[in-house]
T-cell receptor, first 111, second 120 residues
Framework: DQQVKQNSPSLSVQEGRISILNCDYT??????FLWYKKYPAEGPTFLIS?????DKNEDGRFTVFLNKSAKHLSLHIVPSQPGDSAVYFC??????????FGKGTSLLVTP | NAGVMQNPRHLVRRRGQEARLRCSPM?????VYWYRQLPEEGLKFMVY????????ESGMPKERFSAEFPKEGPSILRIQQVVRGDSAAYFC??????????????????FGAGTRLSVL
């Protein structure tokens, strides 16, 4: 039962352009959302999070948008850099501690 | 400040053997979580532990799998009588607090590099 879905397995973007990664969820009890970035042979690294009481959170080049009515969130990276090439995981939690992860989107930023 | 340390990084076992995966949390963190990532899948929660206590093992298979976090030493995820379907990457995460209650933001979980288990 996949409660967090990332429907695009991969995305290719040119350096300097915007990368938009999407995530949908089905559990209306989720109230905290996170994005993790993962390089090969490494563990996921926390990137940015958003609480359900907000619709936007920004940190440098990274912005996460949350649309609760659509149960959809997105991560925007502007401008994209080659070092951003990695797998990005969307995760969500209800009150508690278990994180529910999507399957990930592999981002490739080309020079 | 060392991050979450997992060892071994790679573990090869034959069917029927036991696998022991170790995790040392970040300094100052007393909460440990184990996740499993099967090929082409996202990470799936297995178990949450505090020192000497299993708080939630709802994601753990009922048989052959066990976890502990002793007062001294690393957390251990133990898989007995491994089968081919146990082949996966096993990630450990730690946090200073669990964020069990209350509104977000909750504590971030910091992940180790994982142990890749291959069962022959």
């Amino acid at each position: 039962d996949q409660q967090v879905k990332q429907n695009s397995p991969s995305l290719s973007v040119q350096e300097g352009r915007i990368s938009i990664l999407n995530c949908d969820y089905t559990n209306s009890m989720f109230d905290y959302f996170l994005w993790y970035k993962k390089y090969p042979a490494e563990g996921p690294t926390f990137l940015i999070s958003i609480s359900s009481i907000k619709d936007k959170n920004e940190d440098g080049r990274f912005t996460v948008f949350l649309n609760k009515s659509a149960k959809h969130l997105s991560l925007h990276i502007v401008p994209s850099q080659p070092g951003d090439s990695a797998v990005y995981f969307c995760a969500a939690s209800a009150e508690g501690y278990a994180l529910n992860f999507g399957k990930g989107t592999s981002l490739l930023v080309t020079p | 400040n060392a991050g979450v340390m997992q060892n071994p990084r790679h573990l090869v076992r034959r069917r029927g053997q036991e696998a022991r995966l170790r995790c040392s949390p970040m300094k100052g963190h007393s909460h440990v979580y184990w996740y499993r990532q099967l090929p082409e899948e996202g990470l799936k929660f297995m178990v949450y532990l505090q020192k000497e206590n299993i708080i939630d093992e709802s994601g753990m298979p009922k048989e052959r799998f066990s976890a502990e976090f002793p007062k001294e030493g690393p957390s251990i995820l133990r898989i007995q009588q491994v089968v081919r379907g146990d082949s996966a990457a096993y990630f450990c995460a730690s946090s200073p607090q669990a964020g069990l209650a209350g509104p977000p933001p909750r504590d971030i979980q910091y992940f180790g590099a994982g142990t890749r288990l291959s069962v022959l």
